[in-house]
């Protein structure tokens, strides 16, 4: 850069820099804070969603724990309906098995199950789903069909590593 003889010619050169640079500078500025408020948005509505969520679920848990079933069973498909995304989701699918298990519904439960695997079929919880829906399976005296789940579940000793 060089040496300016006054403060008038610094000025100048700023004014022409402005004229050249504000309008993009201006811009870039409001893109990037309106990025950063749409993203806090989104970041606070899916911790409200989760909390609901969360919210819910322990309601669907006490409800099941005073043997109130029918509510259980339409609050937990409430939350899946209302939360198809969330780790509660889930966890109400295994809820709903069971209280359908607890009901002798063992159609209604292998349903659930299913659904809960068409859904996500990885994860632990998906383990579990394909364990519980095997036991219903061998139950039912479909022992291939049951050994068929299980193999893709992993042992323990694939978890730990």
Request: net charge negative; proline share 1%; hydrophobic share 45%.
């Amino acid at each position: 850069m060089e040496t300016y003889v006054s403060e008038q010619e610094q000025v100048e050169q700023l004014r022409r820099w402005w004229k050249s640079n504000g309008q993009a500078l201006v811009l870039g500025l409001a893109l990037g804070l309106g990025g950063l408020a749409a993203y806090r948005y989104w970041d606070a509505s899916r911790d409200s969603q989760a909390m609901n969520a969360s919210i819910n679920y322990e309601a669907m848990v006490q409800m099941t724990a005073a043997q109130k079933l029918d509510d259980a069973a339409s609050a937990g498909r409430t939350i899946i309906e209302a939360y198809p995304d969330t780790l509660y989701a889930r966890l109400s699918g295994l809820l709903l098995a069971k209280i359908a298990v607890q009901k002798h519904d063992y159609e209604a439960a292998k349903k659930e199950l299913e659904a809960l695997l068409a859904a996500d079929g990885k994860g632990e919880i998906a383990d579990i789903a394909r364990t519980r829906l095997a036991r219903l399976l061998l139950a039912e005296g479909k022992a291939e069909e049951a050994g068929k789940l299980l193999a893709q579940v992993p042992t323990r000793g694939a978890m730990d590593a």
